[in-house]
């Protein structure tokens, strides 16, 4: 795995666009269009860029955005994001319910500093060949280097147990928006 560079942009973007198609919690945000999700994605880098942090695996065929709770830089160009989010991603009727769903999530957050594992994602013909585990394992380093908890969450089933083999634990869940959602912890020993 190596850092972000900005010729990694498109490739990013693709993997995650591919990766989360029909992602129920994806999907609630901006509905299942790809064009969608590749706003939402585009978004998601940025604010990991400033941040966070960007990886993509050797192969460019995986990736992963993670974001620390303790930077929450919001400069002008982030702003110009949140609403490119809103008018192209989201959409004007759903913002309410979006942003209601962002504090239901802001709220079961560990209120002490931890590596937020925001997306991480594997071009949908390599995953189950150990390009995501790859990716989890480098997470995991950096958070004991830092020694941070990680968070995440998913409304993906398969996904459940992929994350509990990595020692993850469902701190809390929710039904509050049509499907189940799970957030997920992994303390650092």
Not at 7 to 34: C, M, P, Q
Not at 128 to 139: C, D, I, Q, T
Request: hydrophobic share 35%.
């Amino acid at each position: 795995m190596r850092k972000f560079l900005e010729a990694d942009r498109a490739k990013v973007i693709k993997v995650l666009v591919d990766s989360f198609e029909g992602n129920k919690s994806v999907d609630f945000v901006v509905g299942n269009s790809s064009k969608g999700r590749e706003v939402l994605m585009e978004y998601s880098l940025e604010n990991c860029l400033r941040n966070g942090e960007v990886f993509i695996s050797d192969s460019g065929k995986s990736c992963v955005l993670i974001k620390y709770s303790t930077q929450k830089q919001k400069p002008l160009s982030l702003w110009l994001w949140d609403l490119k989010l809103a008018l192209k991603g989201i959409g004007i009727p759903k913002i309410l319910k979006v942003l209601k769903r962002e504090s239901c999530i802001e709220t079961a957050q560990p209120k002490e500093p931890f590596l937020y594992l925001w997306f991480i994602g594997v071009e949908p013909e390599s995953q189950g060949k150990g390009e995501g585990s790859s990716l989890m394992n480098s997470v995991l380093d950096i958070a004991k280097r830092k020694n941070l908890p990680v968070c995440l969450e998913t409304s993906t089933a398969r996904n459940f147990k992929w994350y509990e083999s990595f020692g993850f634990s469902v701190y809390r869940s929710s039904n509050e928006f049509g499907f189940p959602f799970y957030f997920y912890r992994k303390d650092m020993p």
